[in-house]
């Protein structure tokens, strides 16, 4: 972990693509909770909530 760290400090690139890419997912997430609410028990809620029982 300590050595990750040490990596991040060093590459700053990877450490904006981090946070891209915890910004996407939590936009992903957010939307999916919004598209949830709005579909209810529809299929398609279905299809996210399963992908988002397996994914986290």
């Known amino acids: 972990m300590?050595?990750?760290s040490v990596l991040c400090e060093k590459n700053r690139k990877l450490q904006?693509?981090?946070n891209y890419w915890y910004i996407f997912?939590?936009?992903v997430l957010c939307l999916g909770n919004i598209?949830?609410?709005i579909t209810k028990n529809s299929f398609?809620?279905?299809i996210y909530a399963f992908l988002q029982n397996t994914v986290l």
């Open 2 to 4: 300590f050595y990750f």
């Open 16 to 18: 904006k693509c981090r």
């Open 25 to 27: 997912v939590m936009t």
């Open 35 to 37: 598209l949830k609410i």
């Open 44 to 46: 398609l809620g279905q």
